[in-house]
Nanobody, 124 residues
């Protein structure tokens, strides 16, 4: 059974940092690209980053470029999202999923079911 479970979300003040983790099981992580998505209150889900199967290509949507860094450890079946310089508009539930990455800004196509997500809240 394919599972992706996010963790690491928390409340932080503006300017703070968080590291999200995505634990995968039920498939070989080496074979798949992984996308990070988020859904802010009252808004649709948006793609924010996508990392290719080997990690050689990593894409970011414009609002997070220079602040967020995606990485992966295939041996540990983990994908990570380091988030720095967090802003209130980063407040959202964050999800990871298998995805098809594209070079088009924020366009990543999810190819597996959504996990529970992890809540990130940025406020004073």
């Amino acid at each position: 059974q394919v599972r992706l479970v996010e963790s690491g979300g928390d409340w932080v003040q503006p300017g703070g940092s968080l590291r999200l983790s995505c634990a995968v099981s039920g498939f070989t992580l080496d074979d798949d690209s992984i996308g990070w998505f988020r859904q802010a209150p009252g808004k649709g889900r948006e793609g924010i980053s996508c990392i290719s199967s080997g990690g050689g290509n990593i894409y970011y949507t414009d609002p997070v470029k220079g602040r967020f860094t995606a990485s992966r450890d295939n041996a540990k079946n983990r994908v990570y999202l380091q988030m720095n310089s967090l802003r209130p508009d980063d407040t959202a539930v964050y999800f990871c999923t298998r995805a098809i990455c594209t070079r088009e800004n924020g366009v990543y196509y999810p190819t597996s079911d959504w996990g529970p997500g992890t809540q990130v809240t940025v406020s004073t």
